[in-house]
């Protein structure tokens, strides 16, 4: 079935890096263009950045601009985002998700919690 | 990048119909048809109940029906059931970025 896998969050103290990986399988990886969401504790829905199917173009939130970079390696059905420069405002629930034709997201996968503290 | 408009909760008995509005900008909303929502239950991942404005993807109860109306976008759940308690985003596509709602919570009496 349809499915993505989201992994590597964790604690990580402010202005330090990690990255998130996002394992897809049940689809043509490479035939769809990739989100990443986030959802602070007890917040609600916000976009961080998207990349098309060949990886050609790529757009980022404002809060995240210039620190996150997004990446695919359609070898490996696989999605990442690279956060550098983390801040405690970053500490979130991370979902990667499909994006079908500029309409709708899904599947999303369970989501990764980074927490941003000292 | 400012986040769509919805009220914070709305609330229903079982079998009545709720609408939760979605309002926005004639540069997201009122520009293009490519308005979703989602729905998720506390702990889970968000899944999508319209798309389009007005579609459903298969799979997804036809109590969900969602219009749009100039810079405000609307999804009802008629016949409201105890499962349909759950926090109600809805998502739009403006100038190669996605803007979500704030979020809405129904409560079901």
């Known amino acids: 079935q349809v499915q993505l896998v989201v992994s590597g969050g964790g604690v990580v103290q402010p202005g330090r890096s990690l990255r998130l990986s996002c394992a897809a399988s049940?689809?043509?990886?490479?035939?769809?263009?990739m989100v990443w969401v986030r959802q602070a504790p007890g917040k609600g829905l916000e976009w961080v950045t998207f990349i098309s199917s060949d990886g050609g173009s790529k757009n980022f939130a404002d809060s995240v601009k210039g620190r996150f970079t997004i990446s695919r390696d359609n070898s490996k059905n696989t999605v990442y985002l690279q956060m550098n420069s983390l801040r405690v405002e970053d500490t979130a629930v991370y979902y990667c998700a499909r994006d079908v034709s500029v309409n709708w997201f899904g599947p999303w996968g369970q989501g990764t919690l980074v927490t941003v503290s000292s | 990048q400012s986040a769509l408009t919805q009220p914070a909760s709305v609330s229903g008995s079982p079998g009545q119909s709720i609408t939760i509005s979605c309002s926005g900008t004639s540069s997201d909303i009122g520009s293009y048809n490519l308005l979703s929502w989602y729905q998720q239950h506390p702990g889970k991942a968000p899944q999508v109940i319209i798309y389009?404005?007005?579609e459903r993807p298969s799979g997804v109860s036809n109590r969900f029906s969602g219009s749009k109306s100039g810079n405000t976008a609307s999804l009802t759940i008629s016949g409201l059931q105890a499962e349909d308690e759950a926090d109600y985003y809805c998502?739009?596509?403006?100038?190669?970025?996605?803007?979500f709602g704030s979020g809405t919570t129904v409560t079901v009496l």
């Open positions: 998502c739009t596509y403006a100038s190669s970025t996605y803007i």
């Open positions: 389009e404005g007005n």
């Open positions: 049940g689809f043509t990886f490479s035939h769809y263009t």
